[in-house]
């Protein structure tokens, strides 16, 4: 049975990637961890996976949340910044973990900065003006808001504007332009988007994606805990090891000893470590996981 077998239908789930920028690469990524391939859209528009049925249209991030509620697409992994910003009636169906950054009110470094209140009556450059009215209208603030599309971190040194909001991630942007971070308006990470009332076909695929995207994102946090351990303290042992359920107890040859096997949180799992040696642990390993299903 070939691949296009297991699929009911030529129904394709149709979806809107970033076509480069802070998403593309690392969407993809997810999209191929998960068994779909990809091209990388950098000369095309449109791209099949020859191995689920999806089909991937190339944008500009700006533009997905636009695409999905007029239904040229099914679905689009986009910042939730744009679709705050789009406010496109589009459904947040996952979040994705990656590209998380801040939506910041930023000034110039020399500004004596007291609270939101130093904005008023302020000229603010950004490409989310309607984030920021919601967030001044909050504040009981009037400013002049000066909309531009891109390239936002010099508008103060040119004079153009008073400060910026804008995205901040590492940082550097605002360090390397003589700004400093005032406020945090928002947080926004990447996340799956769909057109509400998808056609059962579609529906379906978009689970059968979600199931595997949870199984990488899943793994990504998750890593395989193997060590050794005298079996007395086998008891105290898996109670600092969360894992899925219990962990697998296993005799070493050496009599009295055991080796452990668990998963382990990537949060949790420096003081885990601690705990486990404290504990009488040996030979710790710690191994990625390709997939998990939970
Ligand atoms: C954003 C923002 C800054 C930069 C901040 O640009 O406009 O230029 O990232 O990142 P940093 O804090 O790590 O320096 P980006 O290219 O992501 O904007 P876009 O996706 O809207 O094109
Ligand atoms: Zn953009």
Known sequence: MSKKDLWKNDTKLTIAIQKSGRLSEKSLQLLAEAGIGLSNGFRKLVSCSPDFPLEALYLRDDDIPQYVSDGVADVGIVGENVVAEKARGVETVEKLGFARCRLSLAVPRSVEYNGPAW??????????????????????LTAEIHEISGSVEISPGIGLADSIFDIVSSGSTLISNGLKEAEVVMHSEAVLIARPGLEPLKRDILEKLLFRMRAVMHSYKNKYILLNAPNEKIGEISRILPGIKSPTVMPLAEPGWSSLHSVVNENEFWEVIDRLKANGAQGILVIPIEKMIV
């Open 119 to 140: 904005f008023a009556g302020k000229r603010i450059a950004t490409s989310y003006p309607r984030i920021l009215q919601n967030y001044l209208r909050e504040q009981n």
